[in-house]
């Protein structure tokens, strides 16, 4: 990383959230999903700094350098959404460009509903807007998906998948990460035995980190999304009228059960769907030039 990106710890929320941060301008507020972390916005930093922003990456929390809390409820949707607006105010600033991926996708839909007054602008990453399902998401996939195997279900149960995953982290990042990404190109593909995207060297950031922290924290987000949909009720059909760009590759397997269609109903201000061909699910780091082109160019327009 250039040596302009300033690494800090910052107390919001009840927690302390490590950022990474460089440049000045708009503050602009990069979210990572799983199994991730604020060095999964490598490529976004210096050209966002480049081009008059305030780029910030922040380790959410339960991952990296940031607070990885005991309680299971410490995670669900309000508290992750309380911590951004905590980064905003903490930044002294009344609103920030939100850009998330994956679960930071998650995140920033979720504050485009309950306080939108904080969002300047909406970049969502690879998960498209989830209209609230008539039931709780458990209850969904369990109908959706039978006996067959489905990795959100197999996280739910605590201590089993971050056992099988902190036994080796390096063998449980590699397969997560290829298996979705841009190196299996019809899902039934052998997985190749090297990234074709992300150098050793880089990989051996989150696996180093992963081996640190253990995967605990990350997989508490996803035993919340029933409580989240309890917690969300009251907002859960208010429009979004931020203005909003979606990117996901093209490849990317989770539009094939999240589609992008049925977010434009409440997404009111969706002004770009970009989908990038060939490109797996790890949008960003597989394809840093066009990603950064995509996001530039929407920021430009605002």
């Not at 507020?29 to 780029?55: I, K, T």
């Not at 008539?134 to 195997?149: A, C, I, N, R, Y």
């Amino acid at each position: 990383m250039s040596g302009d990106v300033v690494h800090r710890q910052i107390a919001v929320n009840g927690v302390e959230l490590h950022v990474a941060e460089t440049g000045e301008g708009p503050l602009v507020l990069l979210l990572h999903g799983w199994p991730e972390l604020w060095f999964s916005w490598r490529h976004q930093l210096p050209v966002l700094a480049a081009a008059g922003y305030h780029a910030v990456a922040p380790d959410q929390r339960g991952y990296g350098r940031s607070t990885r809390p005991e309680s299971v409820e410490d995670y669900d949707i309000a508290h992750l959404g309380g911590d951004i607006v905590g980064l905003i105010d903490a930044f002294g600033e009344e609103r920030a460009i939100v850009v998330g991926h994956d679960w930071g996708s998650i995140v920033a839909w979720y504050l485009a509903q309950s306080a939108p007054e904080r969002l300047r602008a909406l970049v969502a990453m690879s998960i498209p807007f989830w209209p609230r399902p008539p039931k709780p998401p458990t209850e969904v996939w369990k109908e959706m998906f039978g006996d067959h195997f489905f990795y959100m279900l197999h996280f739910q149960t605590p201590g089993l998948a971050d056992g099988q995953l902190d036994r080796d982290p390096g063998a449980g990042l590699r397969l997560v990460m290829r298996k979705v990404s841009q190196d299996v190109f019809d899902g039934t593909a052998e997985v190749p035995p090297v990234f074709k995207w992300l150098p050793e060297e880089d990989f051996a950031v989150y696996e180093d980190e992963f081996r640190r922290t253990g995967f605990t924290g990350g997989l508490n987000w996803y035993r919340n999304v029933d409580r989240n949909w309890a917690l969300t009720a009251g907002i859960a059909e208010r429009a979004i009228d931020v203005p909003t760009m979606f990117l996901a590759g093209e490849r990317d397997p989770v539009l094939r059960f999240i589609p992008v269609e049925p977010m434009r109903r409440q997404v009111r201000d969706l002004r770009q769907v970009v989908l990038v061909p060939g490109a797996g699910h790890w949008i960003q780091q597989e394809r840093p030039a066009e990603t950064n082109e995509a996001l530039l160019g929407f920021l430009r327009g605002l």
